[in-house]
């Protein structure tokens, strides 16, 4: 049974800067990859970004991209999401994914994980 466990989240004002980490039971070499997903009430979840294996390839979205970073831990089997200049369209819960198993789906696709964390809160206040 694969785990995954999302922390770091919280409440914070614009501009200011969040971690969260996501903690795996499954070795980081166990996977194709790790992606970050975020939810606001009402919407369906959307991509954040990826880190994928091997070579440590990085996506985001546009929505996203100059303020986060994705990064990872083989030792820890962390995956990390530093958020910088956070907006308050930035509040959802973010989840991460795991994708184990190949498919034709791409890392910016929730298709392609299979295994998902509860996710954690993220509230920025303008």
């Known amino acids: 049974q694969v785990q995954l466990v999302e922390t770091g989240g919280g409440l914070v004002q614009a501009g200011a800067s969040l971690r969260l980490s996501c903690s795996t039971s499954?070795?980081?070499?166990?996977?194709?990859?790790v992606g970050w997903f975020r939810r606001t009430a009402g919407k369906e979840r959307v991509f954040v970004a990826a880190?994928?294996?091997?070579?440590?390839?990085?996506f985001y979205a546009e929505s996203v991209k100059d303020r986060f970073t994705v990064s990872s831990d083989s030792v820890k089997s962390t995956v990390d999401l530093q958020m910088n200049s956070l907006k308050p369209e930035d509040t959802a819960v973010y989840y991460c994914?795991?994708?184990?198993?190949?498919?034709?789906?791409?890392?910016?696709?929730?298709?392609?994980?299979?295994?998902w964390g509860q996710g954690t809160q993220v509230t920025v206040s303008s």
């Open positions: 499954v070795p980081m070499t166990n996977m194709y990859g």
């Open positions: 880190i994928r294996r091997p070579g440590g390839a990085t």
């Open positions: 994914a795991a994708d184990l198993y190949y498919s034709d789906a791409g890392p910016r696709e929730a298709q392609a994980y299979e295994y």
